[in-house]
């Protein structure tokens, strides 16, 4: 996951686990340390995306990145190169979330 983490976002990312972020908080000195994570159904993100910016929107979007890739020599390296390397892992949306931590100095 964080090998393709790293390749499909193009950057050098470690995806954290809960326990890693709530190392860091007690890493920082914070107390009393309340975690709550939420998992993320990426279907339903998928639709209010689309609800949220309307077809028009959505195509606005797909336009600009035809236009970016027909225009950008850099940027078609960078696509080459992404789908290239692309193979999603399994279960992938099971590891989409995200949480609130909370700590106290």
Same mark, same amino acid.
């Given at each position: 996951?964080?090998?393709?983490? @790293?390749?499909? &976002?193009?950057?050098?990312?470690?995806?954290?686990?809960?326990?890693?972020?709530?190392?860091? &908080? +007690?890493?920082?000195?914070?107390?009393?340390?309340?975690? =709550?994570?939420?998992?993320?159904?990426?279907?339903?993100?998928?639709?209010?995306?689309?609800?949220? !910016? @309307?077809?028009?929107?959505? &195509?606005?979007?797909?336009?600009?990145?035809?236009? &970016?890739?027909?225009?950008?020599?850099?940027?078609?390296?960078?696509?080459?190169? +992404?789908?290239? =390397? @692309?193979?999603?892992?399994?279960?992938?949306?099971?590891?989409?979330? !995200?949480?609130? !931590?909370?700590?106290?100095?």
């Amino acid at each position: 996951m964080v090998a393709w983490a @790293g390749q499909d &976002l193009g950057a050098n990312v470690k995806p954290l686990t809960s326990d890693e972020w709530v190392g860091l &908080l +007690v890493g920082a000195g914070l107390k009393d340390i309340v975690v =709550q994570a939420y998992e993320i159904d990426t279907r339903d993100e998928a639709r209010g995306i689309v609800g949220r !910016y @309307g077809c028009g929107g959505m &195509l606005a979007v797909f336009w600009r990145m035809l236009c &970016l890739y027909a225009r950008n020599p850099a940027y078609r390296r960078f696509v080459k190169e +992404v789908r290239g =390397q @692309g193979v999603i892992p399994d279960n992938l949306e099971e590891y989409f979330g !995200y949480g609130l !931590y909370v700590g106290r100095k």
